[in-house]
């Protein structure tokens, strides 16, 4: 995991809507931090700049130490589980979340110790089997 940062992020679409005015937050490597507030505030629209889905007005955004504003968000190294998340039924949990990692290539040795590790994190590793 690493550290993000938040430095004066803003969001503004095009026709002038302002959808995030200027946000700073720092969460350190290995805290939870959780975003709560009402439908349209601008949740799902931070996380999507986060993730590099969405471009971002102005600030930075800052991950491991590193600027991603201009960083395509395969190479962010993050995941997000969206809204209106997907699952595949017919799979285990580890096998879903699995599944991203294995289609980027990654070695069974990693993608076992990164789910196994998310799965710590999240206290779902006997739900593994699912």
Do not use: W
Not at 39 to 50: A, N
């Amino acid at each position: 995991m690493a550290n993000v940062a938040l430095r004066n992020v803003r969001k503004t679409y095009p026709g002038g809507v302002v959808a995030i005015k200027g946000i700073g937050l720092e969460v350190d490597d290995g805290q939870f931090c959780v975003l709560v507030g009402p439908s349209g505030c601008g949740k799902s629209t931070l996380l999507r700049m986060v993730a590099g889905l969405e471009t971002i007005t102005g600030g930075e955004i800052d991950i491991g130490g590193r600027i991603v504003n201009q960083i395509e968000p395969a190479d962010r190294d993050i995941a997000m589980v969206f809204q209106n998340y997907a699952l595949y039924p017919h799979m285990s949990v580890y096998n879903n979340m699995a599944y991203g990692l294995r289609n980027r290539g990654m070695p069974k040795g990693e993608i076992d110790t990164r789910v196994q590790e998310a799965a710590r994190i999240l206290e779902i590793g006997s739900m593994l089997d699912r």
